[in-house]
């Protein structure tokens, strides 16, 4: 009991301004220093213009070919105990050799039927073509055949002719106008035939 113990305060220990606000530490005390002297520091001067840039280099590894590595297939086994123990399938062989079979190599029989398949059918389309060819030939008009031709179109223009102009003069009804649309076009491909027969003397036909 009595009075307490208790240091008298100095004068100069008295609160100061921003003393209770947090300090940083020594590192980012540094930290702090280097940023400022990156942001200080000068960057390096622009290449001139007879300096060129490095090329034509070329590395000499392949990092296509060494990132890629082929897959590893699997070999196929199996267990023979409850130990774990494992077997190869290919060593016991339990995996099929289609290299050992007698066929192998050879040209399958639906692949030979579809062949023969096919050159049949191509034979039938040459057969058909040539066919067409022959059918389709041309042959020459003698004079005497030229002349006849002639005088049987002149005649049957001259028909068409002689059906033009029993028209009537005032045609209403459509079935009239496409008669004589079909009369007009029939006379312009006749007259077109007959000069040709006229101007050429050596005529060639299909040969029907």
Same mark, same amino acid.
């Given at each position: 009991?009595?009075?307490?113990e208790?240091e008298?305060p100095?004068t ?10 947090p300090?940083?530490?020594?590192i980012?005390q540094?930290?702090?220093?280097? +940023?400022?002297h990156?942001?200080t520091?000068?960057k390096p001067?622009v290449?001139?213009r007879?300096?060129?840039?490095l090329m034509? =280099?070329?590395?000499?590894k392949?990092l296509?070919?060494s *990132?890629s590595a ?5 070999q196929p086994?199996?267990? &023979?105990s409850h130990?774990g123990?494992?077997k190869?399938l290919?060593?016991?062989g339990l995996?099929p050799?289609y290299?050992?079979?007698? &066929? ?10 579809? +062949? ?7 034979e039938e389309y040459?057969n =058909?073509?040539?066919q +067409?060819?022959?059918?389709?030939a041309? *042959? +020459?008009?003698t004079?005497e ?13 001259g028909g068409?002719?002689?059906e033009y ?7 209403d009804?459509?079935s009239e ?8 076009a ?6 077109? &035939?007959?000069n040709?027969?006229?101007?050429f ?8």
């Amino acid at each position: 009991m009595g009075a307490a113990e208790v240091e008298i305060p100095s004068t100069d220990k008295y609160l100061k301004r921003r003393s209770k606000e947090p300090k940083l530490s020594e590192i980012s005390q540094i930290s702090k220093g280097l +940023h400022r002297h990156c942001l200080t520091e000068r960057k390096p001067a622009v290449p001139k213009r007879s300096e060129a840039p490095l090329m034509g =280099f070329h590395r000499e590894k392949n990092l296509l070919k060494s *990132t890629s590595a082929p897959p590893v297939k699997p070999q196929p086994v199996c267990v &023979d105990s409850h130990t774990g123990h494992r077997k190869v399938l290919e060593n016991l062989g339990l995996v099929p050799k289609y290299t050992h079979k007698k &066929d192998y190599g050879e040209v399958p029989e639906y692949l030979q039927r579809r +062949h023969e398949a096919q050159l049949r059918a191509q034979e039938e389309y040459d057969n =058909f073509i040539r066919q +067409h060819k022959e059918e389709m030939a041309m *042959t +020459h008009l003698t004079e005497e055949e030229r002349r006849a031709t002639l005088e049987g179109l002149k005649k049957q223009w001259g028909g068409l002719l002689q059906e033009y102009q029993g028209l009537p003069l005032v045609i209403d009804t459509m079935s009239e106008k496409n008669h004589k649309v079909r009369l007009e076009a029939a006379m312009d491909q006749l007259e077109k &035939d007959i000069n040709l027969l006229e101007r050429f003397k050596t005529i060639y036909i299909p040969k029907y």
